[in-house]
């Protein structure tokens, strides 16, 4: 990644991080029938980094090695 996606991605997990402090501070100081919306913010933003932290596609290197093992055998 070069120096701006790498800002990029910084600046959306520190807004995630924010918008989920400010939705269960939120939650918190409201009565339970007016902060649904809030909970349901504050959810999405865990996930949302939760998600964010989850590597999907394995390394080029492990796919090779293991394309290579198959044909040997």
């Not at 991605?9 to 918190?28: D, F």
């Not at 339970?32 to 933003?45: D, K, N, Y």
Request: glycine residues 6%.
């Amino acid at each position: 990644m070069d120096d701006t996606a790498l800002l990029r991605q910084t600046i959306r997990r520190c807004t995630a991080v924010l918008v989920a402090t400010l939705a269960t501070v939120g939650v918190s100081l409201q009565r339970s029938s007016g902060a649904g919306f809030l909970l349901i913010l504050a959810v999405i933003s865990v996930v949302y980094l939760v998600v964010g932290f989850i590597k999907v596609n394995p390394p080029t290197e492990n796919a090779s090695r293991s394309s290579s093992t198959e044909d040997e055998g």
